[in-house]
């Protein structure tokens, strides 16, 4: 994944590097970098580096920000994502190119060589004979193989990805500037090729058709069309619409399970994601339903907490204070610093510091003893309030929503809290469900954002695999499908990597409060998984205990058979009591018999299993599992009403 | 100048000689330390003349199982009527149990007036109703009726053999050699006496003379291997030896080394190894030529927590065997080598050593736990040794020094200096 990051350089840079011939000074050496460019050159850090990454992330950005935009308006978000393929026909239509016929094929990387026309035809000819050999073997015949089209690099497909929300919309005047330079993360998904936009606000449609050419020295988003119209239907949100080149048979199952962990983890949010193929046969269309009306406060916004400040950030900080004096500076920036607490804090600065110090008078070096005492100063640990974590109510009904599992627990541990930063972890463990295969399933969230690639070093999939002991809870790790999420929320993720796709293992505080959560969950687990054994052996005690019936009477009356044919041989009679000899006289006769001892274990299995049922059925009691809310959604949102209008009243009827 | 390299040559020997061979110039001649030897089996055999204790001469607060030695007929008698009990069990509609003895570790007392492991008397009830217990009283069953047709037949098998007799019930050897022991405890005799033995494993070689099922064997001419150790311990009888000692070796490999170097026929000895684990047949034949020879036994084993481990279960016994341990066990056996403080003492470099894992390092310190280690303080200290500079070593480790190192210079010098625990 990350190799691209090395043949990205810009031309720029290769020909410094390589070219041996002296070069004369250029005059500007430090050229700014248009956002266009520096994504093009670094495309892995985004999430760029193939075709089918691009693809994956346009759809998770489009599909974040239209989250981000309805619960920021506090509406329960219904986000659509359409992915349509496009052929390069189609494709250079709409950029305004001609469609040229190939004239010289053997031009093309996929102009099939007579070598490769040989060999394909030696194979297909093989192929062949085999499967009339089979044929008249009466085996199955496979069926052949199509030719698997040779993608040529030119190939690639294009697809128009386009995202519905209900949110807030964007301002008329914004649109050109945000697609082009200013909504970094959507613009990512710009660079890769020409695209369009459509966005609409609340009262007036405002209609743009935009693109961004990947020219260097260009900063400007080139607007092909801005204007705005009228509002008919009252709808309010944004339409984004995208071309990009992008390999959807590669990250299907990525994209999909996008969709699917995001949906687990926003229960609140109704999707549609719909993939439309040029074959028909390939369509995909899921709806993830909504389970709840919930949704989670809109985090609020905080003051920095002293330990988590780097020296940049104060400068920027005091740069931007309305506070005049250090004391009011320190009160009243950040959290958990009193004025009694800022006065000492004052005082161990050393002499040259007030409470009265103006603030922006303060020297770079004053800034770095700030900076210092910061780091070494113990301060009270900031809350969690300023956190959004998705609530272990609502991951509990998107795992029960979208994994439909036999049994689920989950936990929310109180805010810790790591350099400064807040952070909360909530786990949930889910035993069985469809779609789920057998092992460990993992769902890493992040800031309520799924996170897909680079599982093996993350914190929680280390802590899953390696530190929970499964057994202990009487779940088999390699055999039952257990479902592990863990969704951790801060003011700062410590990712790791450049895709910030995985949280590191070395961080103790976190890694000790993910164990900690998915051990809450398992041992809530344990008793429901214990009960189930219990109602289990119930079931199958009688079986049990039937199936040895045969063997052990079996034994049994064997021995007694030998030492009744000994004890007949008058010489090596043997010394026993006479009630024994009775009996063993009995089994001579006949008239003790391997079946009558089996047909008495067998009565005495029965009773014992009766008194056992009886016992179990008194312990037990009738115990109902605890009921769940449900959450039903209105079909229509619309009342059907009639109004009856007098002149000082308004009676409304409902349908 | 020939003669100058040919000198050089020599001088260079004698200096490869003493950084080859370290201590050996220290040790004497054979028949110093020959004379060493034989007044330590005069001492062992004058001490052992006095008669060995039994679970019956203490009186202890607790009661004590133990199991003896049944004749063929005993135990069929005893299989019988515990056939009889229980089918009248059934057919007064109780169905049937067991009451099987413990071998918990809770169930487990080392006795330190016999220096060995004894069970005590607490016994679990095996009914046939219950889910948890219904198999293995099964297999319980099964496995009396076999050892019943055994007993009449008169013949003996290995455990293996018994577990393919029905490995539909069996499902896997441990469970049918754990209900075994079980057989064993319930009708109160040594495995022994069911005739069932496990496959040979030790072997025996040296200055030992006895006869296997009446054929007269000759250790010291049974080839570099050895004699194996019968598994039958009754077929062995008439033992006859000229040795000093017996030397009991952990491993196969230094067992060979010995065995090569005809070890034995320098200090006359007779040198036994089980390869690991000893199992219930070299147990027994050690214990039988301690009891009838009256030759101290000197260890050999790794210096590591397994090491003392497998010393512990010659000495005392193990858990599993408890019930039995009066006659498994071999009481006063002198820990020789490679103890923890040989690995500084012989100078043995740190390539050779290796550091103790996790699991080495709690198994130790459970050892220290234990009262058989306790009971000899010498033991401790090199066990805190060991625990402490968290290093082991092999017998092997003495080949860094040369393949014949340990039987050329090691045992000999550890033997001229009595350095035995």
């Known amino acids: 994944m990350d190799s691209g990051e090395s043949s990205e350089e810009s031309p720029a840079q290769a020909k410094k590097g390589k070219s041996k011939t002296p070069r004369k000074p250029k005059a500007s050496v430090l050229k700014q970098k248009s956002p266009a460019e520096f994504f093009a050159e670094n495309k892995n850090i985004a999430g760029f580096d193939n075709p089918g990454k691009s693809l994956y992330t346009t759809v998770r950005e489009l599909v974040e920000n239209a989250l981000d935009s309805a619960e920021s308006i506090a509406e329960l978000p219904f986000v659509e994502v359409t992915i349509e393929e496009i052929n390069r026909t189609a494709f250079n239509s709409m950029i305004g190119l001609i469609d040229r016929e190939r004239i010289d094929e053997a031009l093309y990387g996929d102009f099939e060589t007579a070598k490769a026309r040989e060999k394909r035809l030696a194979k297909e000819a093989r192929f062949q004979e085999t499967q009339a050999k089979n044929a008249a073997l009466g085996k199955k015949v496979k069926e052949p193989t199509s030719g698997k089209a040779i993608k040529g690099r030119g190939e690639a497909s294009f697809y128009r990805v386009t995202c519905k929300d209900n949110g807030r919309g964007m301002p008329h005047d914004d649109i050109p500037n945000m697609f082009g330079r200013g909504l970094i993360q959507i613009s990512c998904s710009f660079i890769w090729d020409k695209v369009w936009a459509e966005a609409n606000t609340w009262k007036i449609w405002t209609w743009c058709k935009n693109g961004v050419d990947l020219v260097k020295d260009e900063n400007i988003p080139h607007i092909h069309l801005h204007e705005k119209r009228d509002d008919k239907e009252h709808w309010h949100g944004a339409e984004i619409q995208v071309v990009i080149e992008g390999n959807w048979t590669t990250y299907r199952s990525k994209i999909l399970h996008y969709m699917r962990q995001m949906a687990v983890i926003t229960p609140y949010a109704q999707f549609m994601f719909r993939f439309i193929s040029n074959t028909s046969d390939k369509n995909v269309s899921i709806r993830f339903a909504r389970r709840t009306d919930v949704m989670p406060a809109v985090p609020l916004e905080t003051k920095y907490h002293p330990s988590a400040v780097d020296l940049l950030l104060i400068k920027r900080l005091i740069g931007e204070t309305s506070k005049l004096n250090l004391l009011q500076f320190l009160q009243h920036e950040f959290v958990n610093i009193g004025k009694s607490h800022a006065e000492r804090l004052i005082g161990e600065m050393g002499p040259d510091f007030s409470s009265k110090t103006p603030v922006k008078s303060l020297t770079s070096q004053q800034i770095v003893r700030i900076h210092q005492l910061f780091r070494q100063a113990k301060f009270d640990d900031p809350s969690g309030d300023c956190l959004s974590p998705a609530g272990e109510y609502n991951l509990r009904l998107g795992i029960i929503k979208e994994l439909n599992p036999d049994m689920v627990a989950t936990y929310t541990a109180s805010a810790q809290v790591f350099e400064g930063h807040p952070f909360i972890v909530e786990a949930g463990v889910s035993l069985g469900g469809k779609d789920v295969k057998q092992g460990l399933n993992i769902f890493r969230f992040a800031n309520r954002i799924p996170l897909l690639f680079e599982q093996g070093a993350d914190v929680v999939t280390r802590t899953a695999m390696k530190r929970i002991n499964w057994n202990s809870y009487k779940i088999n790790q390699t055999q039952d499908k257990i479902g592990v999420f863990v969704s951790i929320v801060s003011t700062k993720i410590p990712f790791k990597g450049t895709g910030k796709e995985y949280i590191g293992d070395d961080i103790s505080e976190i890694a000790s409060a993910v164990k900690t959560s998915i051990k809450q969950c398992c041992t809530q687990l344990k008793s429901k998984i214990v009960k189930r054994i219990q109602a289990r052996e119930q079931q199958e005690r009688k079986r049990n205990l039937s199936k040895y019936i045969a063997d052990a009477t079996g034994a049994i009356y064997g021995i007694l058979k030998e030492a009744s044919q000994l004890h007949a041989n008058k010489k090596k009679r043997l010394e026993i009591k006479d009630e024994d000899a009775e009996l063993l006289q009995k089994v001579s006769s006949r008239l003790i018999t391997k079946e009558i001892l089996s047909e008495k274990l067998a009565q005495h299995v029965e009773q014992v299993d009766y008194e056992m049922a009886m016992e179990y059925a008194t312990q037990s009691g009738v115990r109902e599992e605890p009921r769940e809310d449900i959450y039903l959604q209105s079909l229509e949102p619309q009342m059907n009403f009639v109004d009856f209008h007098s002149p000082v009243f308004v009676f409304r009827l409902f349908q | ?421």
């Not at chain 2, 006795?111 to 319980?140: C, F, G, M, N, Q």
């Not at chain 2, 064997?217 to 000093?244: E, F, H, W, Y």
């Open chain 2, 1 to 421: 100048m020939a003669e100058k390299r040919k000198r050089r040559r020599a001088d260079s020997d004698s200096d490869d000689e003493s950084v080859r061979l370290p201590f050996k110039n220290r040790l004497k001649p054979d028949a110093a330390i020959l004379s060493i030897l034989k007044t330590l089996t005069e001492a062992t055999k004058s001490a052992s003349t006095s008669k060995t204790l039994t679970l019956s001469d203490l009186d202890l607060s607790s009661t004590c199982r133990e199991v003896t030695d049944l004749a063929l007929s005993s135990v069929q008698t005893e299989i019988q009527t515990l056939a009889i009990s229980l089918a009248k069990s059934i057919l007064a509609g109780n169905g049937f149990s067991f009451s099987v003895p413990s071998r918990a570790a809770t169930n487990q007392l080392y006795v330190p007036e016999l220096d060995r492991i004894v069970l005590k008397d607490k016994s679990s009830i095996r009914p046939y109703a219950s889910v948890s217990t219904v198999r293995k009283t099964t297999i319980t069953t099964r496995i009396l009726s076999l050892i019943h047709q055994l007993s009449l037949k008169n013949i003996h098998v290995t455990k293996r053999d018994l577990f393919y007799t029905d490995v539909k019930l069996f499902q896997d050897q441990t469970q049918s050699d754990a209900v075994l022991d079980d057989v064993s405890c319930i009708l109160g005799c040594t495995r022994s006496s069911l005739n069932v033995v496990a496959a040979e494993k030790g072997v025996v070689v040296g200055r030992l003379i006895f006869s296997d099922n009446g054929d007269m064997i000759d250790c010291t001419k049974m080839g570099i291997g050895g004699k194996a150790i019968p598994p039958n311990i009754d077929r062995v009888g008439d033992m006859q030896s000229d040795a000093l000692f017996i030397l009991l070796v952990e491993k196969d490999a230094a067992y060979m080394r010995l065995a090569e170097d005809r070890f034995y026929n320098r200090f006359p000895c007779i040198i036994v190894t089980a390869k690991g684990q000893p199992d219930v047949a070299t147990r027994l034949f050690l214990r039988k030529m301690k009891m009838e020879l009256k030759l101290p036994v000197l260890a050999l084993v790794d210096s590591d927590p397994y090491g003392l481990k497998i010393l512990s279960v010659y000495g005392c016994g193990s858990k599993n065997m408890s019930y039995d341990s009066a006659n498994l066990t071999t009481p006063d056996i002198k820990w020789l080598g490679i103890r923890p403080s040989d690995l500084d003492k012989y100078k043995i470099p740190e390539q050779c050593r290796l550091a103790m894992t996790e699991q080495d390092i709690k198994t130790g310190k459970d050892l220290l736990e234990e009262d058989f280690v306790k009971k000899n303080p010498g033991w401790v200290e090199e066990l805190n040794l060991m625990v402490k500079t968290k290093q082991k070593a092999e017998i092997q480790a003495l080949s860094t020094f040369g393949f014949q190192y340990l039987s050329e210079v090691y045992l000999p010098l550890k033997l001229q200096q009595q350095d035995w625990l």
